[in-house]
């Protein structure tokens, strides 16, 4: 099956009612935090997109549960990546696939990172590689969607409050169907 827009917001909105981790927010609640810290931040509406979908790597492989609780890396970075190339193309799916290796250079750069992540974030990086060394920073630095990476990094690390209250999804249904046309109007 072809996804696009819809088919994503759909599932988001089917499958995103389970718990975020061990944080006390849903897949959607953390979806739709993250996607108004980037809309607040001015950070483009690529980046607003990327902020909402960054997680859906989690419902496209598998039910939306702690699986780093478990010992299993899902690699929802790649899964979603895969799944937003086709749709948006690269300037939704770098940061997405970006994220995860953008809190393993954030704790690589900066140890006091590291003690302010959420436990299970803690023990998903476990299973991602933990801390860059200093060649993958090196690399890391080269990327050319590295600056958005991070600030989705940072975004995705506050998007967890209990109870805050964000638009819903279908407040970036347009400027995602937008993206999703340009990206097809390019070919």
Known sequence: MRMTTDTVFDLMSSRGTGRYGLSAVTQ?????????????????????????????????????VNLA???????????????????????????????????????????????????DSKESLALQGGPMTADELAAF???????AALALRMIDDEAKVAGLATPGIEAYRHM???????RHARG
């Open 69 to 119: 609780a478990e010992g299993i890396d899902d690699l929802h970075e790649e899964a979603a990546a895969k799944v937003l190339t086709n749709i948006y193309g690269p300037e939704v799916a770098e940061p997405v696939r970006l994220h995860v290796a953008a809190k393993r250079y954030l704790c690589g750069v900066n140890p006091v990172y590291y003690g302010k992540l959420s436990q």
């Open 176 to 182: 995602a169907r937008q993206l999703e046309a340009a």
């Open 28 to 64: 959607l609640e953390h979806a739709l935090q993250s996607a108004a810290l980037a809309q607040q931040r001015q950070l483009g509406d690529a980046l607003v997109i990327a902020a909402l979908l960054h997680d859906v790597g989690h419902l496209v492989v598998g039910e939306d």
């Open 141 to 147: 630095d080269r990327l050319d969607h590295r600056a």
